[in-house]
């Protein structure tokens, strides 16, 4: 695996000084009152954030996951819930960029590269979550429309994005290969927003459930061919799942940060505590499950822009890798803090509750599991 490149090293610096100047100041108030931060959506769009993965052509930078990551991870090093007014919008762009024609690419790419359009990816309903074949959200064919009925949740983003890429059965008599994938643009009658979460982290992303009613759509706004939606989900997810990787493992480096800070002030029996070895160990332990655990997710972004195969089970792993890195280092963040570490006063407790989503959505662990055995026993045939 190379270096990283020079623009890639600089977007790294850049998103770290808009981290410590911007997001880390915004964080506590925003984990408060579950506020949008719309205010640094315009200061991620100023740095050329939400076109880092988009090609020039559709007025992007031309980068692609890697660069999403290390935007992801610096800014998830000061609040993993902020980050997602990035990392969220790249989860419903991807149907585009991989299953849109040049059309749909032209008319939607360069409002969402510029920061102008966040997006959500709607994928997730009641019923079928790890089971997403069992989706009930159905797409009828009406002359030169299709009409959308059913309900999706646990959306990031919606109520926020303007555009939605949605994934419904256009033939419920096929299973997967009965689902297509489409664009549905906010506003569009019968398109409504329903209850809004209250999570016990990533606070500053908004969540909620998106409605269909008889919500028509014109047929153009089909993305790639009927029966392919399953697939483009899944294609979806192989490569925005080094995203939530990234947010992960930002978190558990702003924890690491953090502790490290701490443990050096903190006196306890006439000395720091970072003089006992105890601690040094425990330090010892962590940096060395983030650093591992870097390794894999830049791996991965690697593979995936690098177009080479296998890339569905090393981006399970380095999502797998990096959110149960990003609970264990969090929880003994915490643990160093001791007492304190429990109280609000303290910025850790909020780094143990926002990674805890990492190790659920976008599949949980358990599904990632799956992918990657899936994957282990084919190759060894
Ligand atoms: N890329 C391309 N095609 C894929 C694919 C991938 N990564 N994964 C599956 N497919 C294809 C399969 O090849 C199969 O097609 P064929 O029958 O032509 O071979 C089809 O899709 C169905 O796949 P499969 O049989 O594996 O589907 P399952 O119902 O067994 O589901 C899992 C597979 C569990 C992996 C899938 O449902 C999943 O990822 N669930 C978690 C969903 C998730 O992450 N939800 C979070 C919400 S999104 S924020």
Redesign the pocket.
Known sequence: MPEFTEYQQELRKLARRIAEEKVRPRAAECDRTGEFPWDLVKVFAQAGFYGCYIDQKYGGTGGGVTELALVTEELSRACGGISLAVAATA?GAFPIILAGNEEQKQRWLPAIAKGDTLTA?C??EPEA?????AMKTVAKVDGDFYVLNGLKHFITNAGVAKIYTVIASTDPTKG??GTSAFVVEEGTPGFSLGKEEDKLGIRASQTREVIFQDCRIPKANLLGSPGRG??AA??T??RSRPGVAAQALGIAQGALDLAVDYVKQRKQFGKTIAEFQGIQWMLADLATEVESARALLYKSAYMIDSGLPGI?KISAMAKLKCSDVAMRVTTDAVQLFGGYGYMKDYPIEKYMRDAKITQI???TNQ?QR??IAREVLKESR
């Open positions: 989860l990816f994928l997730t979550g790890s089971d997403a074949s997967v290969m399953f697939i899944m294609q997810l192989d569905s959505y976008e599949g599904i799956l992918v």
